[in-house]
């Protein structure tokens, strides 16, 4: 029997998955189409694949020019927004090397939508109606069973908690984040965060200290924490999403701060979007947008203890 055979032959899983995948993207479109997005494509290949220090981007040659595999399309996205369009609405494949297991692959699918003239809370709004309506769509059940001590399906019937980070460290009798270094913080998420929040009924964690903004604005009446979420639903990080920041030199100090983190920690510098760099002093809109990994979503949609159950060829059978 062929190693073809033999990976296919063990993962009878997959023939019922897929058609749940396939379905799971059908309701998708669906359901931002009814709402008046615009499906756009951005590239694949680009000059930029974001400076923050976790991202490790795949280069590729591309007309003579060191170029990257896409880590996100946002920046792209965004000067759609910046250029007069409303609502738009993408789904694509990103690359992240280095980043695989039960939850990850290197090569995964990206689902990223953009609203002008809104905050992270209208998105949020978008994201808890994204979740019922897909649920629906395939019978009315969510679930993930690789977090010990959650059976049973996602409730989806209340609204979606809203925590703060802040009240997300009390309640695990942790001390404020705000006295943590990143490592530290980063270092609750992976123990604490990730199997606490969203285990029965999805949470939004909301207003992350500044120093971990990304690309949120800071929030008008804190300015100690930003405007940015991430969604969990059964233990699993689903999404994350911002009130997009539009200030191009703050930007620029903070592209400035991770490239200093990059060259500290050897790790390859990667240049600044310029063009996203002008488009930020001509003037972005007011506008918020979210990233949610569709992967994630179909292990939901399946009930699927890993990635490799919901994609056909994970990165070993590429």
Not at 99 to 109: A, D, L, Q, S
């Amino acid at each position: 029997m062929s190693d073809h055979v033999r990976f296919f032959d063990g993962k009878p899983s997959l023939f019922q998955n897929i058609p749940v995948r396939a379905r799971c993207l059908a309701l998708l479109r669906e359901f931002f189409t009814a709402r008046g997005f615009i499906e756009v494509e951005t590239p694949i290949v680009c000059t930029s694949p974001g400076v923050e220090t976790h991202l490790a981007a795949m280069p590729v040659s591309c007309m003579n020019r060191t170029m990257y595999l896409t880590t996100s399309p946002e920046f792209h996205m965004k000067r759609l927004i910046s250029v007069g369009f409303d609502r738009v609405f993408q789904v694509t494949r990103a690359f992240r090397d280095g980043e695989r297991g039960e939850r990850h692959n290197p090569e995964f699918t990206m689902v990223e939508w953009y609203r002008r003239d809104c905050d992270y809370g209208a998105i949020m709004d978008d994201s808890q109606e994204l979740l019922r309506h897909v649920a629906m769509g395939i019978g009315g059940r969510l679930e993930f069973p690789g977090i010990e001590g959650v059976r049973g399906p996602i409730s989806l019937e209340n609204d979606f908690r809203r925590v703060t980070m802040v009240q997300a460290f009390a309640e695990l009798g942790l001390p404020s984040p705000f006295g943590m270094t990143l490592e530290e913080r980063d270092q609750v998420a992976v123990d604490h965060l990730d199997f606490h929040l969203g285990r029965h009924e999805p949470e939004f964690l909301i207003e992350y200290p500044a120093d971990q903004a990304s690309l949120a604005r800071k929030k008008p009446e804190d300015p100690r924490v930003a405007e940015r979420f991430e969604l969990y639903c059964g233990g699993l990080e689903l999404e994350n999403g911002f009130s997009e920041l539009a200030d191009a030199d703050e930007y620029l100090e903070r592209c400035r701060i991770d490239l200093a983190e990059r060259a500290r920690l050897g790790l390859p510098q990667y240049p600044i979007d310029e063009r996203y760099v002008s488009m930020l002093r001509d003037g972005m809109p007011v506008c918020a947008g979210t990233a949610l990994g569709f992967d994630r979503l179909v292990m939901l949609a399946c009930g699927a203890r890993t990635i490799r159950d919901v994609i056909a060829f994970p990165w070993d059978q590429a």
